[in-house]
């Protein structure tokens, strides 16, 4: 059974920063693109960021481009997001997200993605 486990989510102010974790399990982890959604309250969830297999490409939306990191560690089958220079209009559920597929899955609402976590709040007051 796969399961994805995010962590790191909470209330932080505009301008600080958050570390997004997911750990993942029953799946090859090192055979996935890994990835971040988010879905802010009354709008529909959206691509956040990507990265390949072994780490080497990642792919943001424009809107986190500069202020978020994706990496993993194959070794520990987790995830990480950091998330600096938090503005409002960042408060959203963020998923973490697995699919086979690099670019394909990874757009959009997401609807073709393999596997999904249950989702961690970050909340960013001004």
């Known amino acids: 059974q796969v399961q994805l486990v995010e962590s790191g989510g909470g209330l932080v102010q505009a301008g600080g920063s958050l570390r997004l974790s997911c750990a993942a399990s029953g799946l090859p982890f090192s055979s996935y693109a890994m990835g971040w959604f988010r879905q802010a309250p009354g709008k529909a969830r959206e691509f956040v960021v990507v990265?390949?297999?072994?780490?080497?490409?990642?792919y943001y939306a424009d809107s986190v481009k500069g202020r978020f990191t994706i990496s993993r560690d194959n070794a520990k089958n987790t995830v990480y997001l950091q998330m600096n220079s938090l503005k409002p209009e960042d408060t959203a559920v963020y998923y973490c997200?697995?699919?086979?597929?690099?670019?394909?899955?990874?757009?959009?609402?997401?609807?073709?993605?393999?596997?999904w976590g249950k989702g961690t709040l970050v909340t960013v007051s001004s």
């Open positions: 990265i390949s297999w072994s780490g080497a490409n990642t």
């Open positions: 997200a697995a699919d086979q597929s690099l670019r394909r899955a990874f757009s959009g609402e997401g609807s073709g993605i393999d596997h």
